[in-house]
């Protein structure tokens, strides 16, 4: 008999290694097909398998699935969405091509655009922001002035907070138009540009499995005129009635955009007119929610959407109920990282599940005003809200670093030393 093998489009730096070790839980090989394996880390350091392809050329990973299955028995293909997330609607078509479980890739492309994902989400008369779309600059300004400012601008692709900014007043919305247009983003030049009602608020996200709300938990992403995650917290501080009705809006995002098969995300502010949907991502989240939500609940949402993947029955039910939160260590300037330190201490805290520095000393720090800014991260669970956050400020006042600013031109002339900027993680409770 053939080995069962799991296929696995790219790799995630959070959750890579997570479902690799579900998938060998599982009893299941896992081989990655990558355009670049060497980027994912873990994959040489656990001497695990992996092939390069082209996955942005679905011919080229059909003619090697059909090579692997020579050798295996593919019980399943999935894979990590990029930037554009473009690779979880070719998981679709590769799985519909083999006849195996999957996403509808329809479904997805049409998720992944924001706009199409906007007029979807509207025809259904679901509670959003006000929105428009744009391919220049008179456009922008135009659609800035009749939403009014301040507005979103962002990419109508993309994921992460890449390129997207708060713009308050008409030089901050030129300026940020023309880096859009300039593609100085990692996605290239952008001629599809999104102008979104400001609604502000508390931030929450909602994680579902098929028809199913999994978590809702609370983030923290109070760095304007960016949006740069401080933190998150499961689960969030709701009624029972607020709790209902962010479920209630869940499935009906999920009913309109007709995502009724596997994991998504989906992200509200509550604002002054009520519950207003910011984002639906078709995927499972990375960085630390699948470990929050095993954390708070029990449910490991990556074991349970693989038993998707490969055809065996899941099981979503709690087996506990406690309070997991993650605080991600941010830098407050640009400059060389001297040192980073007290991870150590940090993690010997109880009721600390988690700690995980990202950056090495003498590593330049360069802020890009998304989510490749956080350092690092601390995870800490207990049985209530205020215990949890107690455990973490206690764990992140342990943690610190210095980084010395990029000298200035007439610093470089002048040979002088810059002082180092010492500083350390800030409260995102």
């Not at 007709?258 to 995300?265: C, D, E, R, S, T």
Request: hydrophobic content about 40%; overall charge negative.
């Amino acid at each position: 008999m053939a080995r069962r093998a799991l296929i696995l489009l790219e790799g995630h730096r959070s959750i890579g290694l997570l479902y690799i070790k579900a998938a060998q839980r599982l009893g299941v090989h896992p081989i990655t097909l990558s355009a670049d394996p060497a980027q994912y880390d873990y994959l040489a350091a656990e001497s695990l398998e992996a092939i390069r392809v082209d996955t942005d050329d679905l011919n080229a990973l059909i003619r090697e699935c059909s090579r692997l299955r020579a050798t295996y028995d593919i019980a399943g293909i999935t894979g990590f969405s990029g930037l554009d997330e473009s690779i979880y609607a070719t998981v679709g078509k590769l799985c519909r091509h083999f006849d195996l479980p999957g996403p509808n890739p329809a479904s997805i492309e049409q998720c992944c655009d924001k706009f199409t994902q906007r007029q979807l989400l509207a025809a259904a008369g679901i509670p959003m922001p006000a929105y428009r779309l744009a391919s220049d600059a008179t456009e922008v300004e135009s659609a800035a002035a009749e939403i009014g400012l301040p507005v979103i601008v962002k990419p109508a692709v993309g994921s992460g907070s890449c390129g997207v900014r708060l713009c308050r007043n008409v030089d901050e919305l030129a300026e940020h138009t023309a880096y859009l247009l300039a593609g100085e983003t990692t996605l290239g030049s952008s001629s599809r540009i999104l102008i979104e009602e400001f609604a502000q608020g508390p931030q929450y996200s909602a994680d579902t499995m098929g028809n199913e709300v999994i978590a809702v938990g609370a983030a923290d992403f109070d760095c304007p005129p960016l949006f740069v995650v401080r933190g998150s917290i499961f689960p969030a501080l709701l009624t029972d009635d607020e709790h209902k009705r962010l479920a209630d809006v869940s499935l009906s995002c999920l009913s309109a955009l007709n995502l009724a098969w596997g994991p998504a995300n989906i992200e509200f502010r509550w604002t002054e007119r009520g519950l207003v949907v910011i984002e639906v991502n078709p995927r499972l989240p990375g960085w630390t929610t699948p470990r929050l939500i095993q954390l708070a609940y029990g449910i490991d949402l990556i074991a349970e959407h693989l038993k998707l993947v490969i055809g065996e029955e899941w099981d979503l039910r709690r087996r506990h109920s406690q309070t997991a939160a993650a605080r991600f260590l941010v830098p407050e300037g640009d400059g060389v990282l001297d040192w980073i330190e007290g991870d150590s201490l940090a993690v010997a805290i109880p009721g600390v599940a988690d700690v995980k520095l990202y950056v090495e000393p003498k590593t330049p720090i360069v802020r890009k005003g998304d989510f490749r800014d956080t350092m690092g991260h601390v995870i800490a669970a207990s049985p209530s809200h205020a215990e949890t956050e107690a455990i973490l400020q206690c764990a992140v006042d342990l943690i610190g670093w210095s980084i010395t600013p990029f000298p200035t031109l007439g610093e470089q002339k002048q040979s002088a030393a810059p002082s180092p900027l010492r500083t350390r993680a800030v409260d995102a409770s």
